[in-house]
């Protein structure tokens, strides 16, 4: 005797054919599938979160940069004089605090420790107080109308945040390098 199954005996709780069993379920293949595209989209969030870390650490750095400026900057308005004289000015890029000279005038004796304590801050805020590649500049020169001009050029070690520009060059400003500046004018 041949029994036909038919489709509403298999709905009426007898046992489906095997093309029945091959539909139920998901396969190894659409899950492992699924595992790499999850898997994929994952790494690409990382790296997004791993860049955006890199990217305001820079950032932080370049404001505290921008706020030291501003600090010293403060500091030769409030002694004018001395700023316009020169007393402030240092020799290239200053890394370090200079060793006090008691052969100097008193007023530049005190210009000179200002700038030791202000460099000494600079490094302080922007990472180590002990760093080496975190360096400034200060050049001040009198005009003809009895003012007077100042610049003040901080340098620092930006590796952690450099990446290349469109060219694969270092800009200006030490865009995509790990060298960065910050160069401020201001009148007196």
């Known amino acids: 005797m041949i029994r036909i199954q038919t489709a509403a005996g298999a709905r009426a709780g007898r ?3 095997p093309r029945w069993r091959r539909q139920a379920g998901v396969s190894l293949l659409e899950v492992m599938i699924s595992v790499l595209i999850l898997g994929i989209g994952l790494l690409g969030i990382a790296a997004m979160q791993a860049t955006a870390l890199r990217n305001g650490q820079s950032s932080l750095e370049r404001t505290q ?3 030291q400026t501003y600090a010293i900057l403060d500091v030769l308005r409030a002694n004018r004089t001395n700023a316009i004289a020169g007393y402030y000015n240092t020799s290239g890029m200053q890394c370090t605090p200079a060793n006090p000279d008691a052969s100097l005038p008193a ?8 700038l030791n304590v202000w460099l000494v801050a600079l490094k302080t805020s922007m990472g180590q107080a002990g760093d080496t590649t975190t360096c400034a500049n200060v050049a001040c020169a009198g005009n003809a109308v009895g003012g007077g001009t100042c610049t003040v050029t901080i340098q620092w070690d930006d590796s952690r945040g450099s990446t290349a520009n469109a060219s694969g060059q270092a800009s200006e400003t030490g865009e995509g390098s790990s060298t960065r500046q ?6 007196l």
Request: net charge neutral; charged share 10%; aromatic share 0%.
């Open 65 to 67: 940069a921008v706020m």
């Open 15 to 17: 046992r489906p054919g």
């Open 107 to 114: 007023g530049q004796q005190s210009a000179q420790g200002e």
């Open 182 to 187: 910050v160069v401020t004018v201001s009148a």
